[in-house]
């Protein structure tokens, strides 16, 4: 154990799961899957090296619950019982290495990339309208949710987390910017919060009370029509009473990611703690995670210290120094590689539906990973 860090090195216990430490792998998806969403050998060899990073848990990037709801072309996918061979071995593998491992599902609702969209509300995206979803729809996801959940366990997962963040389909529900509907679903918080309560709810009848079932969560929409802490606590408390086994907080979606005033303050390290600070505060004992920058030890260490968050998520911040948990730990002497501010270098490889690298990778790495992929090197 580290003694320079002792509050980011202290165990904890996540319903019955003990954590080692406080680092967790947030999701990232990376464009990594096979064309038709099942587990490659690229999705493998890469959990395994972010397992092996010292990390106590993965939580894998949003898998799809339905073909049609997927937000990306390579996005791995859950909705038939033909992906559990796969996923089994991605569990397999986050084990082998000493991590637990976390599998987050999702609906990615109006953003999802193929034409057909369905969302709470007929909503304009990226010049597609979506379809307002019926309520033949509406159980329909909600039993691809339950079905998707079971399977995350009978994989061998020892968690399932629903994607709540990102303005995907659960959020489209709350958010009174994109829910529009007049029925029970749509209007009051108390209606808004139907449909992800309602999934909240089959979803912990599927996999049973004793398998911990994580939130995505969104604290804050980052428009001024949005989601904010004012509604978004309340909906935390709703979480919390219904046994949730953590909320992993994060701010802003799709709309607002390419906001000049989002984009500066993202530069900023810890950009979101403040919103997994006011969330913590208005719940009472359910583990909080925060995401976002944070690139140092000493940063994490505060954190948690401070009682800011319970837990520390590293996406990008991992992907950019696969060895910063080693460092932390002072395993490894050097200092941690931060995830450079002014590159979008993933963000853009996935517009550009194409598999991540890391501009902090050195030069062989990044060579090596285009000749993997097959790729003839480009600036980018
Ligand atoms: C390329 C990319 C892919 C992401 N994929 C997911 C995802 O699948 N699910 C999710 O909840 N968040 C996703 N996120 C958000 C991250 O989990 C995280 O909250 C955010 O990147 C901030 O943490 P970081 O600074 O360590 O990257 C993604 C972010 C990026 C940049």
Redesign the pocket.
Known sequence: MSNNFPSLFSPIQIKKLALKNRITM?????GYANPDGSVSSLILDHYREMAASGVSMV?V??VGIDPFGTGSPFTLRIDEERFLFGLSGLAKTIHQQGALAIL?I?HAGRYAYRPEKIAPSSFETYGAVSREMTEEDIERVIRDFAISASRVKEAGFDGV?L?G??GYLLVQFLSPRTNKRTDTYGGSLENRMRFPLRVVAEVLKAVGPDFPVGY?FLADEWQPDGLHLEETTLFARELEQRGLAYL?V?AGTYDSFFLPEYIEEEKKEGY?VRFAKGIKEAVSHIPIIT????NTPELANRIIEEKQADLI???????ADPLWPKKAQQILTEPTTP?EPTCSL??KR?AGGKP?FCSQWDRNRQKGFLLRIGEKETKE
């Open positions: 947030a999701p990232l998806f990376l939580v990037e949003n987050q999702n987390e994607h963040g990102t995505r992993s994060m979101m995401a976002g920058r944070i998520g590293l996406a990008r911040v991992l992907l995830c993933c963000m996935i991540v």
